[in-house]
C-alpha cells in the first residue's frame, strides 16, 4: 500500500526540512513547496493526500494557498500552522474549509494526531467511492460538490422512497436522465426494471405503439404482438424524456394510463393493469407550454407532483475538476491510456469556458482531448478551440452565460456544436443529445438552416 503523500508549505528552509525529517520518520512520502503559489501548482499536478502549511509566506500566503487549493480539490484536507496565533486567522482559516489549525512551536505529538484525522478523512472519502461502500446512489450517480448539486442530492433521497411522480427540469445535457436512475436506485423499486423511452424519437402513432404496445395486425408492419413500455416497466420506474415533445392527442391517452393505472395495446380492447412509477424530464418550462396550449394543464400537474430543477454547469463550476477528472479516468480506461490529470492551463480554460452544452459536452470535450494527447497531463491545445478560446476571454463574458435566457444558451449550443462538428448535423444531433429531426426543427426556429 503506497504512504500517504503530505505537501509541507513553507518560506523558513530549517522549518520545513524538520518537518519533513519528522514526517518521513512518521512513514509518510514528503514533497515541499516554498510558498503557496508553488504550492498551488504542485496540487494541481499531483495527488496529495494532505497538505501542511504555514500563513505567513512572502508569496500568496497560507490563506489565499488554501483558497485556491479548495477551489482545484475540496476533498484535499489542508492543515495550517502559524506562529501568529490569532483567533481571526483561525476563524478565517476554517471557515474557507481548513481541516485543523495548528501554532508554532508545533506539538509534535498534536501534529501527528492531527495528520493521521486528516489522512482518515482523505482514505475515508476515497473509500466511499468505490463499489460497495455505503456512499448514498444518488450522491455515487449525480458527481459534484457545489451547493445546487448537495441540494439536488438531498431532493433527490427524499422523493426516492415515495411513489411520487417527478418531473425533471433543466437544459440539454445537464444529465436529467442520472437524476431518473438515482431516484430509481434509492427507491424501494431499485431492483424492478428502468425502462426508458424519448418521447421526442419517434413518430406519434409509433410513440403510441412503443409505450402502449400493440397486437398483430394493428398496423402496416405489426406482424406480431408487441409488450409497450409500461408493461415492460411493470413493478418498475419508466422514464419519459423530453415529455414536452409529446402530441397533444397522445397526451390524454397517457394521462389516462396514470389515472388508472392500465393501458390498452393498440388494436385491442382488453386493458392491462400495470403498476409503474412515472419520471418524466424536459428542457421546455412545461408552464409556458401549458400557457401556450401545447400541453395539457391536468398532465401537467400529474406529472409535476414533484418538480427537480438540474442546474446548468457554468451555475457549480466548483463542480468542473471532479467531473472532468471522472470522465478523464473512464475514457483513458477505455481506450487504454495513462494520462494522470489536466496541466494547470488546461483547467483554468475549462473553468472559464461557459459549456452551453453542460455536461455532456464536457464529456465529449475530455474525451476527445484523451484520444489526441500523448503525454501524462492534457495539455489545453488538446482540448476544443472553443474551450482553448475561453482561457483568453475575461472571466465576466463567459460568467454572462448565467443570465442568458434557456433558448439563448440553446441556440449558442447549437451553433457552437454544428462548429465542432463542420455543419454535420447527424454528429451535432447526437452530441446534443437530441434527434436530428428536433435539430432541424430547432435549426428553423432560430434562423439557423
Request: with cysteine; proline share 4%; hydrophobic share 40%.
Amino acid at each position: 500500500m503506497p504512504r500517504p503523500l503530505i505537501l509541507i508549505v513553507d518560506d523558513d528552509a530549517p522549518h520545513r526540512s524538520m518537518l519533513r525529517t519528522v514526517l518521513r520518520g512518521w512513514g509518510y512520502a514528503v514533497e515541499e513547496a516554498e510558498d503557496g503559489t508553488a504550492a498551488v501548482e504542485q496540487v494541481k499536478q499531483k495527488a496529495f493526500d494532505a497538505v501542511l502549511t504555514d500563513v505567513r509566506m512572502a508569496r500568496m500566503d497560507g490563506i489565499a494557498a488554501l483558497r485556491e487549493i479548495r477551489e482545484w480539490n475540496p476533498s484535499i484536507p489542508v492543515l495550517i500552522m502559524t506562529a501568529w496565533s490569532s483567533v481571526q486567522s483561525a476563524v478565517d482559516a476554517l471557515r474557507l474549509g481548513a481541516y485543523d489549525y495548528l501554532t508554532k512551536p508545533l506539538e509534535l505529538e498534536e501534529l501527528k494526531l492531527a495528520l493521521e484525522r486528516a489522512l482518515d478523512h482523505t482514505r475515508q472519502a476515497r473509500e466511499n467511492q468505490e463499489p460497495g461502500r455505503t456512499q448514498s446512489e444518488a450522491s455515487s450517480l449525480l458527481l459534484g460538490r457545489s451547493d445546487a448539486m448537495r441540494e439536488l442530492v438531498n431532493m433527490v433521497e427524499t422523493v426516492a422512497p415515495t411513489e411520487a411522480t417527478v418531473l425533471i427540469s433543466g437544459e440539454s445535457g445537464t444529465g436529467k436522465e442520472l437524476v431518473a436512475r438515482a431516484i430509481q436506485a434509492a427507491s424501494t423499486r431499485r431492483d424492478k426494471p428502468f425502462v426508458t423511452i424519448n418521447c421526442a424519437a419517434l413518430a406519434e402513432n409509433l410513440l403510441e405503439s412503443e409505450l402502449f404496445g400493440h397486437e398483430k395486425g394493428a398496423f402496416t408492419g405489426a406482424d406480431r404482438r408487441r409488450e409497450g413500455r409500461f408493461v415492460q416497466a411493470h413493478g418498475g420506474t419508466l422514464f419519459l424524456d423530453e415529455i414536452g415533445e409529446m402530441p397533444l392527442a397522445l397526451q390524454a391517452k397517457l394521462l389516462r394510463v396514470l389515472q388508472q393505472g392500465e393501458v390498452q395495446r393498440v388494436g385491442c380492447d382488453e386493458t392491462i393493469k400495470v403498476d409503474v412509477r412515472v419520471i418524466s424530464a424536459t428542457n421546455r418550462v412545461l408552464a409556458e407550454e401549458v400557457a401556450a396550449g401545447r400541453f395539457r394543464e391536468d398532465l401537467f400537474y400529474r406529472l409535476n407532483v414533484i418538480g427537480l430543477e438540474v442546474p446548468p454547469l457554468r451555475a457549480r463550476r466548483e463542480d468542473i475538476p471532479l467531473l472532468a477528472s471522472t470522465f478523464l479516468e473512464r475514457h483513458a480506461a477505455a481506450n487504454r491510456k495513462t494520462i494522470k490529470g489536466f496541466t494547470p492551463q488546461a483547467m483554468d480554460a475549462m473553468l472559464r469556458y461557459g459549456w452551453p452544452g453542460n455536461v455532456r459536452e464536457l464529456e465529449n470535450a475530455v474525451e476527445r482531448a484523451v484520444i489526441l494527447s500523448g503525454g501524462e497531463y492534457i495539455a489545453e491545445r488538446a482540448l476544443p478551440l472553443a474551450v482553448q478560446n475561453a482561457s483568453d476571454a475575461p472571466e465576466d463574458e463567459e460568467l454572462a452565460l448565467g443570465s442568458m435566457s434557456l433558448e439563448d444558451v440553446e441556440r449558442k449550443a447549437i451553433e457552437a456544436t454544428l462548429r465542432e462538428t463542420d455543419d454535420n448535423k447527424s454528429e451535432a444531433a447526437r452530441r446534443l443529445g437530441i434527434t436530428r429531426a428536433t435539430l432541424h426543427s430547432k435549426l428553423k426556429k432560430y434562423g439557423l438552416d
